[in-house]
């Protein structure tokens, strides 16, 4: 019977949290405490927190799901599914400095709460650590997936450094743009919904149409993510309204309303060009954004990779009820309110 | 014939520059800007500098001659070669945001040619290139290297991330000093020194001994660099004179002088309890290291991780020539001037 987003979800989290917490307790003491913080079980002073959260597992789930739609059990996906979570967080830690993000998920990033140093070398090592955790027994799907999780990263390392060239460089192509996001985002997510199938050693052709599934999810997710960049509720994203637009990224809807010909791009690329953006020229700004088109756009092409998504999982060597999950999955990460 | 050091420099640089330049060419462009640079290839502009050079290339000799010593092809090691070497310079990319320092090699480091955000980024794709190096055709014994460096590296970080907890702790230890200086620079060095032989399908004992020869070549190796941290000629270190003083470094000479119970010592660490240590307390600290016996009792100890390491080649599974060739280069990098 097809389980529901919700039970997945928890399923995942009954299976990858005492493993995560396990696995972060490899890394020498005083580097685990800033590790341990990012991942909300604990306060910056190490006292357990009551209510400890990591995010909502999209990665790992993916992992474990994609291990039974090739058949296998979920626990094959395991050391996958920590891996790839822990190398996701390691991005989230060094991208908050680069970005000089103060907070995430209502709490002080780690920078903000140990300094750029700590956040610098705790990324450093949870890097590795999601590695190492592949490596540790090498068996060949085991190396297969790691060397699979080691190229996923560089191009997702890739992807984060051309959206920092975006934001130094006056203008920037709607393609490039989706680039960089297949880059930054997809990548990641497309070995996250690939090595579930790779630990469980299933055909390439199997294995390459779970991975286009992760790579379009990543798009559709990438681009929701940059719609709550500017209109998401603070008290959902965690960050200050209109961040992105404060930041001057120029995320899919900014590329596409400053590439729109529009008079409303044009003000919008005035906009930008200021040395101050105050509250009143970021509400400005967003609405300009609207108005050249750039946010109907994007929720556009958000769908449209979401069907791309479901159409890769189509054939017979995926579980149809897995499929379904996957699909069901897809659809709760773009449902996002925004 | 055995070889002098010149010449198994030379032919490292031979044999790992024109592939290290290639290597580096496999990083997405906007990325390997910085990382060419870093290697002193080109200038913050891109423009090729007419004298390249990388630095002495101790770690790729290491890992060449450890293929040679137990009867393999240098060639064998060339992958471990080229690893380690970008491993090492990721980690020399991240530490100088981390220390805060705007100099190596008588240049502007990444970050402050750069910004931090792109040598952080850039540390990280280094990284990740050097286990993608060994990864890339994972037959057994490369991947048994990319593990062993994977855990080097995790040892290198946390080795790191302790020096970084001394300089804000008001006491050291010496003993733990030294596992400190065992894991930071020592781990790497095990790993350069045994990548060749592990590449080339040693047995573990012989693998072992080199690897006992690396991690005592970089206890010596650190505990120089303490003392050039101190009195090293600035011209010759690239950094400031007395910079790991300003730097309140609990470095190996001062955690021993600082552990001596004399007056000079107390006498430290009063200087190093003040708010700003000027050109003269430098000078003075410098001096009560010294009275307090910091110097001459690392010295001391550098002398005795080469024996140490000396005596972990004899044995008959690694040709002699190649042993006295490893032990010449270790005498090479503990008689730097100082």
Not at 94 to 104: A, L, S
Request: glycine fraction near 10%.
């Amino acid at each position: 019977m097809r389980r529901s987003t919700t039970e997945v979800l928890e399923r995942t989290r009954v299976m990858v949290e005492p493993a995560l917490i396990e696995a972060v307790g490899r890394l020498h003491p005083s580097l685990a405490l800033p590790v341990r913080y990012h991942f909300g079980w604990i306060d910056p002073a190490g006292v357990p927190l009551p209510n400890p959260r990591y995010g909502k597992g999209i990665r790992p789930t993916l992992a474990l799901l994609s291990a039974e739609a090739v058949g296998a059990a979920a626990g094959v996906a395991l050391p996958g599914a920590l891996a790839v979570e822990i190398v996701h967080n390691f991005s989230l830690v060094h991208d908050d400095i680069i970005d000089n993000d103060p907070e995430r998920r209502h709490r002080a990033t780690v920078w903000k709460a140990f300094g750029a140093g700590d956040a610098i070398i705790a990324g450093d090592a949870m890097m590795l650590l999601g590695l190492e955790l592949l490596l540790d027994r090498p068996t060949p799907p085991r190396v297969a997936a790691a060397a699979d999780l080691a190229g996923a990263t560089a191009s997702m390392i890739a992807g984060q450094h051309m959206d920092m060239s975006f934001d130094r460089s006056g203008e920037v192509d709607v393609d490039l743009s989706w680039e960089m996001v297949s880059l930054k985002t997809g990548a990641l997510l497309a070995h996250a919904s690939a090595v579930g199938a790779i630990l469980a050693g299933a055909p390439e052709d199997t294995v390459h149409r779970l991975r286009t599934f992760g790579l379009e999810l990543g798009r559709g997710f990438q681009a929701i993510d940059d719609l709550l960049g500017i209109w998401g509720d603070p008290s959902v994203t965690g960050k200050p309204a209109g961040n992105d637009l404060r930041e001057r990224k120029k995320s899919i809807p900014v590329a596409v309303a400053l590439a729109s010909g529009s008079e409303a791009g044009e003000r919008l690329a005035d906009l930008y060009a200021r040395e101050h953006l105050d509250d009143d020229r970021i509400m400005a700004a967003a609405a300009l954004v609207e108005e050249a088109g750039g946010r109907d756009a994007t929720v556009v092409a958000a769908r449209d990779c979401m069907r791309r998504a479901a159409d890769a999982l189509g054939g017979a060597d995926i579980d149809p009820q897995v499929a379904g999950e996957l699909e069901d999955l897809a659809a709760f990460v773009v449902e996002r309110d925004f």
